[in-house]
């Protein structure tokens, strides 16, 4: 069974930085497309980034060319660099996992890990 435990969550001023760490047990990540999604108070869970089993990446436009998802495959872990963080980037995010390349849809990611906060103050 496929088991993602996030990390790296906190507190950062506007225009810090912070990386979200995701480790993968259970499956290797070559053979997953791993995403990072996140949820604010009151707003649904939203898209963030994806990389697939080859390595393709996608970002969402509220994000392209402030996030970069990565991944180290030697310690099945998944990153999420976020820079230039503003005050709108605060929510609740999580890594998740697909067998198969279900695109940017949460619905198609089967395992999902506990979540972690980020807040970024103004």
């Known amino acids: 069974q496929v088991q993602l435990v996030e990390s790296g969550g906190g507190l950062v001023q506007a225009g810090g930085s912070l990386r979200l760490s995701c480790a993968v047990s259970g499956r290797s990540l070559s053979r997953l497309t791993m995403g990072w999604f996140r949820q604010a108070p009151g707003k649904e869970r939203e898209f963030v980034a994806l990389?697939?089993?080859?390595?393709?990446?996608e970002y969402s436009d509220p994000v392209k060319g402030r996030f970069t998802i990565s991944r180290e495959n030697a310690k099945n872990t998944v990153y999420l660099q976020m820079n230039a963080l503003k005050p709108e980037d605060t929510a609740v995010y999580s890594c998740a996992a697909s067998d198969s390349g279900s695109g940017r849809v949460a619905s198609g990611f089967g395992y999902w890990g506990q979540g972690t906060q980020v807040t970024v103050s103004s």
């Open positions: 990389m697939s089993w080859i390595g393709s990446t």
